[in-house]
């Protein structure tokens, strides 16, 4: 952890050990980016000194650090122990809904998209916009690499097209700022990327695509809603959301998984994460 940072103190802001054993990684240093930006006195925009106060990795410290972890970085939550062996996990129902999903498979990313969606709900954003919210990085259960074409796909027959639109595309304009909207490149990503990373082409393309494209402003509004953001003694909970849901989720009659749908492998691996093929 950064120097200087009171650990404890840290901690205890996230609501205890036990809260943060729940965390992704990805949550996690979110979570210290917005402590950090609290202790600098600032909730939104770090000040130059908070800013430079980091050394940042280069690309290349990175990657020679890659041999030294048993799993990449781009496998997803669940079939990964963060700490000691993988949890044993309770069996789904037989026709699951995403609200088990939520419950049973989403443990570690669904705090994130629960702070994100209400953020975007108190932002007064659309319905569907709180919906992308809600399921933009569960994928990362899963997979973690291209996570937001990942998440897209799992989603895309059960919201509308502007929902999966929202989805795919965040992960890109994540990349890019734009201050006009309230988007600022987060030090999150110098941290995990590289102080010198640049977009891959095929990222850069679809920047392009999307920043001219009528929807530009739902995946844009994602990333303006995505920034880890604990509020402390505030703990939203799928239930907010469930009227949202119902408006805008479509849920097969027979379950997530079991629909014959061309998706419903990835709902099956999510909820059979061990079986061995
Ligand atoms: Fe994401
Ligand atoms: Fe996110």
């Known amino acids: ?114 702070q994100s969606a209400n953020r975007a709900m108190k932002n007064g954003m659309s319905e569907e916009i709180i919906l992308a919210c809600l399921l933009h990085d569960t994928v990362q259960e899963l997979i973690k690499v291209d996570h937001g074409w990942w998440s897209a796909q799992m989603y895309e027959p059960y919201v509308s097209p502007k929902v999966t639109f929202a ?34 082409p095929y990222i850069e393309q679809t920047y392009q695509m999307v920043r001219k494209h009528k929807w ?16 402390k003694g505030v703990n939203p909970t799928l239930d907010q959301f469930t009227d949202i849901i119902g408006r805008h989720f479509r849920q097969p009659q027979e379950g997530l998984g079991f629909d014959g749908s061309p998706v419903a492998h990835m709902w099956r691996s999510i909820a059979m994460p061990d079986h061995p093929l």
């Open 167 to 200: 989805i795919r595309y965040h992960q890109a304009l994540r990349f890019y700022e734009d201050l006009d909207h309230g988007y600022r490149y987060p030090d999150l990503y110098r941290r995990m990327f590289g102080s010198d990373y640049k977009p891959e």
């Open 1 to 114: 952890m950064t120097t200087g940072l009171d650990r404890r103190a840290f901690i205890a802001a996230l609501g205890g050990a036990t809260a943060v054993s729940l965390m992704s990684d990805e949550a996690k240093a979110d979570a210290l980016e917005s402590h950090l930006m609290a202790q600098a006195g600032s909730a939104s925009a770090p000040s130059a000194e908070a800013a430079s106060a980091e050394k940042f990795p280069t690309m290349a410290e990175i990657e020679s650090d890659v041999p030294n972890h048993p799993t990449r970085k781009g496998a997803g939550n669940l079939f990964v122990a963060r700490a000691g062996n993988v949890p044993r996990l309770d069996r789904m129902s037989e026709r699951p809904t995403l609200a088990d999903y939520f419950k049973l498979r989403f443990m570690a990313t669904s705090n994130h998209c629960l």
């Open 216 to 231: 530009y402003l739902e995946p844009r509004m994602v990333t303006v809603n995505d920034l880890y953001a604990f509020e």
